[in-house]
């Protein structure tokens, strides 16, 4: 009997070392986790020579800069002090199978005044550069933004040795009236004056410094956070090599100057390699009469001297120029990315489209008030968000296929509209601007092929033009005026994804949609559940999220 009892004992013992050591290895193997706590509030900010009311994240303007590493979980509790309701979104990040994180209207309740909600992240199989803004209320034209870094694993090669330096530079095109008063513009059926100015990294003209030691390489990782306008970037007596586009390693080309369109991220090397002085880093508005620019100091820490004359000039309204120099970025096939595997392992150019989407923006008066449109459908929210109302299946919130494939020429009305599109589907959509200004389009969720741009009027022969080898993957693209981008999808992300103008004033008066990304399978290995803390409002208001 006592031995007996001695074997059960040792049994038991054994059972509760083997989970003992299986739960270490879990947590040993789990990604770690950055645990990150904002708190939103209004401050006064001074960026061209005015008092303004900005929004500020933990009192900084711009906000903290997240730095990650590939597969990391964010877990960012944001406590929102202001007196209206907000949002943060994440321009870039794909929330793999979690587009309840996403931070749109479309996917999450805001924050009410006083109160807080906690993003639970991860940087799933991603690298590059990033950026964070609020996307509620015209609040992206007060402040809120900043910059996201996500690193290779350690072991995952990187095609470029580590630089001396990382820099993040958020520039944006800049207005001296609030937030408040450009919204109530908009409200009133008006388009926006020109802006103001130009913001690098929150400071008008020279008002921010880049040191380096000389004969060392930096990177920098340029966004454009502003709300109008196209920019080109440059820094005097200095070339950039192109290393990275939205989490895609580039070929490395070297360039003078680059254009940046709304809601673009690139990374360039730059090694300072010129005599020791200080040196101008110029960012002015493309397509724009007059040109806006401003400048900051890239500042040897050896310098003889401070910057002098005028700054160099760059390309202004040159429309070719900048189709020539979209076409020559390209996919580095060789480099890793996020995985150890070749980014050209995937070979997108060999996979049959199931289906054609082509979207059409335009600029109708509906109501006697300025709106904008896609396939003639201008975006209104509705009462409860989209993703919320199909987790719940409210009816009257939204209706499949309230905007179609294709352009139908007619006038412009107002819907919540949203598309269906089935789960592993890969597609070509088709960005046709028939309107003189550049337009610049995101998808949240996903990384796309930039698979053809061109003038004029897209027809089934455009296809012929196609790359179908080396374009590169990113999640924001121009298209020229009277012209069009194509880009290729692999839909192999469950949600509900917002495709939007980057154009803050269209955005904000219709020119987006929602796509509903849909499995048959009810299965987590698809998509994540509804998060226990998901804030419920509208016509959900109420009703319980989960129990686990």
Not at 169 to 178: E, R, Y
Not at 273 to 278: I, K, R, T, Y
Request: glycine letters at 10%; aromatic letters at 14%; charged letters at 15%.
């Amino acid at each position: 009997m006592e031995m007996r009892e001695n074997k059960g004992l040792c049994f038991t013992l054994f059972f509760f070392f083997f989970l003992f050591l299986f739960g270490v290895s879990c947590v040993n193997g789990e990604d770690p986790y950055r645990f990150l706590t904002w708190n939103v509030t209004y401050g006064d900010i001074y960026p061209l020579g005015i008092k303004q009311q900005g929004i500020l994240i933990n009192g900084q303007f711009p906000g903290p800069k997240i730095d990650s590493v590939t597969n990391d979980n964010l877990i960012i509790s944001v406590f929102n002090s202001l007196d209206e309701p907000f949002l943060l979104s994440w321009n870039g990040l794909q929330h793999r199978r979690n587009s309840w994180q996403d931070g749109v209207y479309g996917t999450n309740c805001p924050i009410p005044p006083g109160q807080n909600f906690t993003y639970v992240l991860q940087v799933k199989d991603q690298i590059g550069s990033f950026f964070y803004y609020p996307p509620l209320a015209f609040h992206k034209a007060a402040g809120g933004f900043g910059g996201i870094t996500i690193l290779s694993r350690p072991g995952i090669p990187v095609p470029f040795p580590p630089p001396a330096g990382d820099y993040t530079i958020l520039a944006g095109d800049w207005f001296k009236k609030n937030h408040t008063d450009l919204k109530a513009i908009l409200d009133g059926g008006n388009t926006l004056p020109a802006p103001d100015g130009i913001l690098i990294n929150g400071r008008g003209w020279n008002g921010y410094t880049f040191t380096v030691n000389q004969g060392s390489t930096y990177r920098f990782r340029i966004s454009n956070v502003g709300i109008a306008t196209s920019f080109n970037f440059r820094i005097q007596g200095h070339k950039m090599q192109l290393v990275e586009v939205e989490g895609s390693h580039t070929l490395q080309n070297t360039y003078s100057s680059l254009d940046v369109h709304l809601g673009q991220s690139y990374s360039v090397l730059v090694t300072a390699d010129q005599p020791a002085q200080d040196y101008y880093i110029v960012v002015s508005s493309r397509f724009t009469d007059p040109v806006i620019t401003s400048t900051a100091i890239l500042h040897y820490s050896n310098s003889a001297g401070s910057v002098s004359g005028a700054p160099p000039g760059g390309p202004t309204t040159q429309i070719d120029w900048s189709l020539n120099q979209a076409r020559s970025i390209r996919w580095n096939l060789t480099a890793s990315g996020p995985r150890p595997n070749p980014q050209g392992s995937y070979h997108y150019g060999m996979i049959n489209t199931t289906r054609t989407i082509r979207l059409a923006n335009s600029a109708p008066v509906i109501n006697g008030k300025q709106r904008y449109a896609v396939n003639s459908v201008s975006f209104i929210p509705a009462d409860t968000p989209l993703k919320i109302a199909d987790y719940f299946n409210i009816p009257g919130v939204f209706n499949l296929g309230s905007i179609s494939d294709n352009p139908n020429g007619g006038g412009g009305y107002l819907q919540t509209s949203v598309m269906a599109a089935d789960f592993r589907a890969f597609i070509e959509i088709v960005f046709e601007n028939s309107e003189n200004t550049v337009q610049s389009w995101h998808v949240d969720g996903y990384a796309f092929f930039v698979v053809g741009m061109d003038g004029g009027q897209w027809s089934s022969n455009s296809r012929l033009s196609y790359n179908l080898r080396d374009t590169v993957a990113r999640s924001t693209v121009q298209v020229y005026p009277m012209s069009w981008t194509a880009i290729y999808v692999a839909l192999d992300n469950v949600g509900m994804w917002n495709i939007r103008s980057e154009d803050w004033a269209r955005q904000y008066l219709g020119q987006q949609f929602y796509l509903r990304v849909y499995s048959r399978v009810n299965s987590w290995r698809d998509e994540y559940p509804i998060p226990k803390n998901a804030l419920l409002c509208g016509r959900a208001a109420g009703r319980k999220t989960r129990p686990f």
